[in-house]
């Protein structure tokens, strides 16, 4: 059985790669001689379930998308007003290797153009505290730091890939340029070359889009990676992170993004874009060929599809959406109807574990729905009718309509049954369009205004399936 979010992950990758408009980075002959078509999409959840479709497995090199996370460990080791005092805050506005700081400070504008990355990992080679409790080392200890932490986010251990480390640095010019230029200015808090190195290698690692959606998830988190229950960064440090990836985080193109895509993201130009939604998900793309700014063009279809399609605007705001099953039990919980025959009050009492209930409340978007989904799946085998109560929920967004309408036709595929119970016609569109295909069966009438109506719907299925096993 496939599920409804990974049928809507396949319509959207089935959008993405009719488009083969772009170019692959080929400052290095690595990246100029990856497959172009390569393709892939992952979305971990609130718990760390990921969904993904293509070549999720796939490795690529994360360039870029490093700068966001070695900011933050910058941050995290060195707090954040040292960090402060070395670089800004400020979109630049500028290609992301643009040989310039700030006017007054001299200071990198932000983190996610190189001369602030480089600054960030210099931050990390730089002396520690008097005590010595935060020094890291040399380039590299600094870069097992670095792995070590990348690692911890994504859930697995990550490595490095020798061939594009040497070829970064073989071609480095114009970033040893950069870093000499800030060390001209007196901003540069460690040997340039030092620096520059331990950088390249940070771009050089490598990941697969399964790993950015679990780092994403991880952010979205608050700092703890949902698969691992670790916790990777403090709060404060992830909102710091996620705020200037909403700015600075997709080059030059980040207020178009901000306005149609609305998620914190960061794009290498590797292929890889790694997006938030914070408090919900993370997600994973993947797709070489990259658009004038440096992003993939693909990745950004994708990203635009992903939060049009499911609602994913950091700025849609719902109410209540994070606790979305209320509760869930079994029909033992529920008194059988004394209407019945003697013989079926026996035989529903005995059977009643075969209806679950989930009760929800607040508003159904894309993360409550994708729970109530995997739940929902989680239990069908054992169940054969299943109720779900909308009684406390407030509005339902078009996908989440769209993703149980998907939910119900694959249950009944399966032969199970579901009964909603709407008391407030929230469900119309769904009402409208799927009481066309009910029989006038009762039994197969399935959305009711009160609990009691969809018990008796319930026990009516339990009965007739046991009549006809006769
Ligand atoms: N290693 C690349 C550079 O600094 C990374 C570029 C990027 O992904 O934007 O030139």
């Known amino acids: 059985m496939v599920s409804v979010v990974v049928d809507y992950l396949r319509h959207i990758e089935s959008d993405c790669v009719v488009n083969n408009v772009g170019e692959l980075a080929d400052y290095i002959p690595e990246l100029a001689a990856v497959d172009p078509d390569r393709f892939a999409v992952s979305v971990a959840v609130h718990d760390g379930h990921v969904y993904s479709i ?10 870029s998308i490093s700068k966001a996370l070695t900011y933050a460990l910058a941050l995290s080791l060195r707090g954040v007003e040292t960090v402060d005092a070395h670089i800004g805050v400020e979109p630049s506005g500028e290609a992301f290797n643009e040989i310039s700081v700030d006017a007054r400070t001299r200071n990198p504008k932000n983190p996610m153009i190189n001369a602030g990355a480089i600054t960030a990992a210099a931050l990390l080679l730089a002396p520690g505290d008097e ?3 935060t020094d890291v080392g040399d380039v590299d200890e600094a870069f097992r730091t670095i792995l070590d932490f990348y690692s911890g986010c994504a859930g697995r251990r990550l490595s490095l890939d020798d061939a594009v480390y040497r070829s970064e640095t073989a071609s480095g010019s114009r970033n040893r340029a950069i870093a000499y230029m800030l060390e001209s200015y007196g901003v540069m808090p460690a040997d340039p070359e030092d620096a520059v190195d331990l950088y390249f290698r940070q771009c050089s690692v490598r990941v697969t889009t399964d790993d950015l959606a679990v780092i994403g998830s991880t952010l979205a988190n608050g700092g703890i990676n949902p698969r691992t ?15 200037v990836m909403t700015t600075c985080g997709m080059y030059d193109g980040a207020g178009d993004w ?33 658009d004038e700014h440096g992003n993939s063009v693909r990745g950004v279809r994708a990203c635009r599809h992903l939060s049009a399609d499911l609602g994913l605007h950091m700025f849609n705001v719902a109410r209540e959406s994070r606790v979305t099953i209320r509760s869930t039990y079994d029909g033992h919980e529920l008194e059988v109807g004394t209407d019945r025959s ?17 009760e929800l409340q607040g508003d159904l978007t894309f993360s ?44 009944r595929e399966d032969g199970k049954e579901w009964v909603i119970v709407d008391p407030d016609g929230i469900l119309v569109g769904m009402d ?9 069966n009762p039994s197969e009438a399935a959305i009711t205004s009160t609990m009691a109506e969809a018990v008796e719907v319930a026990e009516d299925v339990l009965l007739k399936q046991a009549a006809n096993r006769g």
């Open 258 to 290: 901000v306005t149609s895509v609305g998620l914190p993201a960061k794009s290498g130009v590797g292929g890889g874009i790694l997006a938030v939604l914070p408090g919900q998900l993370g997600i994973g793309v993947y797709s070489p060929r990259l």
């Open 229 to 243: 229950g670790r916790r990777m960064l403090d709060q404060v440090v992830v909102r710091r992170v996620l705020s």
């Open 368 to 411: 409550g729905t994708e729970s109530v989904v995997r739940r929902v799946e989680s239990i069908r085998a054992d169940s054969e009718v299943i109720i779900v109560e909308l009684r406390r929920v407030g509005i339902i967004d078009e996908v989440s309509r769209r993703m149980l309408i998907g939910l119900r036709r694959s249950l």
């Open 342 to 358: 003697t013989v079926e009050q026996v035989y529903l009492r005995a059977h009643r574990d075969r209806i679950r209930v989930l």
């Open 131 to 133: 005590d010595g409790t």
């Open 54 to 63: 293509g070549d999720s497995s796939l490795e690529f090199t994360i360039q």
């Open 432 to 440: 409208r369009r799927s009481r066309e295909r009910l029989p006038a």
